[in-house]
């Protein structure tokens, strides 16, 4: 008992001055015993606020005995007597033992009036019969309890030093070393050993007391001279001076315990916290990181070049080699870290984690869902686009070559037909002219074709939202503008040639006498006209063009031609590697879903197993590298199709990210179900036979169950679920799996089940994994702290009270965990508060989830 009230304090107080002090002259013994034992009641008096100064004298009256006992039994005695008469101290004095006897002590030889008179030697052993019974008595030690024990702890406690050798409590303790190893033991940083010497025991003896008496609390019960000088000590000075050291560490040691308690608590609280903080950030961060990336792909505004769609083609692969595969890991990371989580908080027996709003592991797969679908959208538009720009620029270098090679004929056509020369022309230049403007209307009218192509080009890039269509157009304008006109001069010209021919086939006749008195003159004029008339031979100049095209056309066949074998080389060198690589990760895939669910060996075994092939497949990266950077020269090339492989490189992308996926998920599954097996005990038998039924029951091979296959699962284990006659099919739904429940003990209703849905199924996918399997069938054996134990734990640091200060917090645990509680501890409210005062009991059960930290 710590605390009293003062009325029941002032019962057991009585004025000192009416007492007798007689001393007598002892011996070393009784001196020793004398000092020792007054030192130890006042120990225990000094709680009730009182102490007494001679041992024989202050016990008479048999108030403060009857104190003491209250003090060190923690018990209330009888109402003493107030009187001063010595009927009334034998009475106080004979409540005093009789409590003491019906603590099963066999009181030898001491009555009330001996302790009454100040006989000093009952007193004394009156004393030590008390010391006995309270401070040694329960002392229990390897199977050894009172003197025996205690001797033994002393013993076990100072074995590692050398040059002490505890055999009794006499002349073992005399060199003060025992003393001092005591304290080194449990608290070195108050005694340097080192420094001590076996030859000196006074400085021994005195360093220990003082230390006791300074830091531990233990007041000096002896002098170390009446140690030193007496040949054997007194064995009961000794022993309750041990039995001092043994209560004060023994009390340290279960404030220890329970500081180490609440500090396993703490630091798994404390884990889980930043597990939890660590899981919300990356979550965010990922979110964030999804957000600006789909408008960034959903982004679909083209460019005018082939060069600027190209330069996004490659911004796109820099984001799938370098920006997205870390994104990969960090969405695999953080569905490792969630299921840690939740295993860790199920084993430490708290509540299932609930990560904020919108950052539940479904809506991060949602939201990556999404990413990939807008991702895969953009590249099909990217490779859409390029297709786009490719024939327009097929179809702009198609205008431009008919366009020059058009406006190329045409040039000087329009002098050509303005010219008057048939003003002078004879009659047989005039027919000449006649033929080479019907030759020219031929030629005329074989180009409309050619004019109608150009439009009919300009057009389609029209269509085709060609960036340069203006200058298209108006290239295609002046050409039609320019052909109307060619059109119009040469029906001019038709005209006036034939006007001029007319004329002269009539001076002809009149010259045609002439011309027979003339005819050597016409010969050769006719001769000089023929010559003439070659000069206008122009289609020579024309086929000899035509035939410097030809080598040309043959040179550009030949070239596509070395193009589409170079085109199809990279087609073959894709497709070889692409159709090793696809079956490598599907059956990859397929043998890492063997060694997780066959159970070959142990969990450890299995765990080394994924390891070794984890190893495997970041080797093969190197081969995904490689045709990453044969897909980038297909799409370079511009080859769209690949007859030699039914594998994209989409394909190939995805299978892989789901491998490095999948063999980190796996591996993490068995790290947890190997911190399950730890934690809850569960034998290498046990877990094959769970795995086994697990396995059978998972018809489809996915690692999980549904609500019918557990139930199934659970009947072949040995759970007696009832049989419904209209089903006959195994299979379970939300009712049977309830009554499933409730045929092994659970009384439940929607409440209920729906509860231990969400620690069976956490993330609401409406299947049953393995880890949840194994923790349902497991549920009851988990050794695990408690909010009680916790708050038993805490009870013990602040010293019984239903509150802890911020002192006793900052004395008894480490800086950050004291820190930790005292940011979190409400304030204490109760009746017995004090200032400063901490609500240990509500934090110790928010620490369980049974209400808010």
Known sequence: MDHYDSQQTNDYMQPEEDWDRDLLLDPAWEKQQRKTFTAWCNSHLRK???????????????LKLMLLLEVISGERLAKPERGKMRVHKISNVNKALDFIASKGVKLVSIGAEEIVDGNVKMTLGMIWTIILRFAIQDISVEETSAK????????????????????????????????????????????????????????????AFDVAEKYL????????EDIVGTARPDEKAIMTYVSSFYHAFSGAQKAETAANRICKVLAVNQENEQLMEDYEKLASDLLEWIRRTIPWLENRVPENTMHAMQQKLEDFRDYRRLHKPPKVQEKCQLEINFNTLQTKLRLSNRPAF?????RMVSDINNAWGCLEQVEKGYEEWLLNEIRRLERLDHLAEKFRQKASIHEAWTDGKEAMLRQKDYETATLSEIKALLKKHEAFESDLAAHQDRVEQIAAIAQELNELDYYDSPSVNARCQKICDQWDNLGA??????????????????????????????????NWMEGAME???????????EEIQVRQLVPRRDQALTEEHARQQHNERLRKQFGAQANVIGPWIQTKMEEIGRISIEMHGTLEDQLSHLRQYEKSIVNYKPKIDQLEGDHQLIQEALIFDNKHTNYTMEHIRVGWEQLLTTIARTINEVENQILTRDAKGISQEQMSEFRASFNHFDRDHSGTLGPEEFKACLISLGYDIGNDPQKKTGMMDTDDFRACLISMGYNMGEAEFARIMSIVDPNRLGVVTFQAFIDFMSRETA???????VMASFKILAGDKNYITVDELRRELPPDQAEYCIARMAPYSGPDAVPGALDYMSFSTALYGESDL
């Not at 609390?217 to 170390?224: R, V």
């Not at 010559?531 to 020579?540: A, K």
């Open 531 to 541: 010559d003439l008339q070659d000069t206008f031979i122009v289609h020579t100049i």
């Open 354 to 358: 609930m990560p904020s709003e919108g």
């Open 48 to 62: 009730a606020g009182t102490q007494i100064e001679n041992i024989e004298e202050d016990f008479r009256d048999g």
């Open 217 to 224: 609390d233990i007041p000096k019960m002896l002098d170390a």
């Open 489 to 522: 001069l040469t029906q001019k010209r038709r005209e006036a040639l034939e006007r001029t021919e007319k004329l002269l086939e009539t001076i002809d006749q009149l010259y045609l006498e002439y011309a027979k008195r003339a005819a050597p003159f016409n």
């Open 783 to 789: 050794d695990t702290d408690t909010a009680d134990q």
């Open 148 to 207: 025996e024990g205690l001797l033994l702890w002393c013993q076990r406690k100072t074995a590692p030093y050398k040059n002490v050798n505890i055999q009794n409590f006499h002349i073992s303790w005399k060199d003060g070393l025992g003393f001092c190893a005591l304290i080194h033991r449990h608290r070195p940083e108050l005694i340097d050993y080192g420094k001590l010497r076996k030859d000196d025991p006074l400085t021994n003896l005195n360093t």
